[in-house]
């Protein structure tokens, strides 16, 4: 989990403007009380595709994710989303653009059955009954669970449902936190299908995970964050191979 509290002095500049992006996040700076949290970050998400945020614990990660939803006070700088600027906005219209949020800790009600958990996620009326065949197909151990109630579902189960949630409204762009966090390796392999089959059916993922593994084979793009900068992204496949880089800024051998 991101501290909040660094301050940062340099930056990378976007890449290349051609190709089709439907996120640009342009030169942003943002702040958590007093302390300048991201500095000039700058990065872009191609559209139907999925791309991962790295970094160590601190680095600024998830607060790049909660300023692209509007809940982290940006004061410089552009979100662009599917030509749209969205900087600045409230959280509420942004999600009503069509970005999802799954924060860390696997948001979910735990007084309320996985049904009922799913059912107040919608953004309109009807949208549970148009996704619901390829939510429970995504994920099948809700559909066997679908009575039971948030907090009687394993860590594993808690976390299909908080990403579930974000689907009930039809999302072409879906923003996760760490969705392997404290997950069994086989749970963790769930999740990688479940991702992977997001991105085939046309919707953009743009994740933080510590567990490169799992970063590794999902991602087809990857941007590091380091001391609340975008220091380094492109292809994940160039990354593999690039030992020193990855434990220079990952600490991973």
Known sequence: ??????????????????????????GIHTYIG?????ENVSFQVPENSITVLLGRNGAGKTTTLRSIMGLANVREGNIVFNNENIARRRPYHIASLGIGYVPEHRAIFRDLTVEENLRIAERKRGDLANRLGFILDLFPDLKRLYKLGGGRLSGGQQQMLAIARALVPENRLLLIDEPSEGLAPVIIEAMIHAIQQLSANSTTVLLVEQNFRMAS????DYVIIEEGQAVLSGKMADLVKDTATIHRYLGAA
């Open 1 to 26: 989990m991101d501290d909040g509290q660094i301050i940062i002095k340099s930056h990378v500049e976007p890449t290349s403007p051609e190709g089709n992006y439907i996120l640009q996040v342009e």
């Open 34 to 38: 007093q302390f300048h949290i991201l």
């Open 217 to 220: 084979q999902l991602a087809e």
